[in-house]
T-cell receptor, first 112, second 118 residues
Framework: RKEVEQDPGPFNVPEGATVAFNCTYS??????FFWYRQDCRKEPKLLMSVYSSGNEDGRFTAQLNRASQYISLLIRDSKLSDSATYLCVVPRWDSSASKIIFGSGTRLSIRP | GAVVSQHPSWVICKSGTSVKIECRSL??????MFWYRQFPKQSLMLMATSNEGSKATYEQGVEKDKFLINHASLTLSTLTVTSAHPEDSSFYIC??????????????FGNGTRLTVT
């Protein structure tokens, strides 16, 4: 099982729709989680941090389910500018190594 | 917000030459920096973890003698691609975490370096 797995996508939804992605992780000791968005040929940009059960920022809501070891990202009233690849990030800060593991990303395309 | 500066943004080099990429944290200190590589339409793959004052930790399959990492200070890490070949052409991105932010602080990314080896 991969350390971090995401919905494969691509998601193609109309403007104004609500869309949700999931990300599962294997390390039960993980404490913090992040969603990044990456535009084509650009570096990832932090979208949301998820520390406890969830976090909401405007149209974006991230939820964490520790029992099932997944985090989700919900985008409401989607805009054309939301088209990007969304990356789930799970840091692993253990004694042997500090690593930041990325999911493979979910591509989202918003159509007019 | 925290800024990570990566230089150069793009470079074209001939096969067999070496290329150095710099990653600087501009307004915070980072004991650990991460180097990623991303091929077209693929996700970021962690290459190595750069540790200030000690040896880098490489991921499985990444040649440490080919990808030399030096983390000489709390604000600078460099990645040198030695004897570059066309298959090394990729998008290289560094990232860093503010040591003052604790274990739950997010990563800050450089703007990436697009390497093309001819």
């Amino acid at each position: 099982r991969k350390e971090v797995e995401q919905d494969p996508g691509p998601f193609n939804v109309p403007e104004g729709a609500t869309v949700a992605f999931n990300c599962t992780y294997s390390n039960s000791a993980s404490q913090s989680f992040f969603w990044y968005r990456q535009d084509c040929r650009k570096e990832p940009k932090l979208l949301m941090s998820v520390y406890s059960s969830g976090n909401e920022d405007g149209r974006f809501t991230a939820q964490l389910n520790r029992a099932s070891q997944y985090i989700s990202l919900l985008i409401r009233d989607s805009k054309l500018s939301d088209s990007a690849t969304y990356l789930c990030v799970v840091p692993r800060w253990d004694s042997s190594a500090s690593k930041i593991i990325f999911g493979s990303g979910t591509r989202l395309s918003i159509r007019p | 917000g925290a800024v990570v500066s990566q230089h150069p943004s793009w470079v074209i080099c001939k096969s067999g030459t070496s290329v150095k990429i710099e990653c600087r944290s501009l307004d915070f200190q980072a004991t650990t920096m991460f180097w990623y590589r991303q091929f077209p339409k693929q996700s970021l793959m962690l290459m190595a973890t750069s540790n200030e004052g000690s040896k880098a930790t490489y991921e499985q399959g990444v040649e440490k003698d080919k990808f030399l990492i030096n983390h000489a200070s709390l604000t600078l890490s460099t990645l040198t691609v030695t004897s570059a070949h066309p298959e090394d052409s990729s998008f290289y991105i560094c990232s860093a975490r503010d040591i003052a932010g604790g274990d739950n602080s997010p990563l800050h990314f450089g703007n990436g370096t697009r390497l093309t080896v001819t």
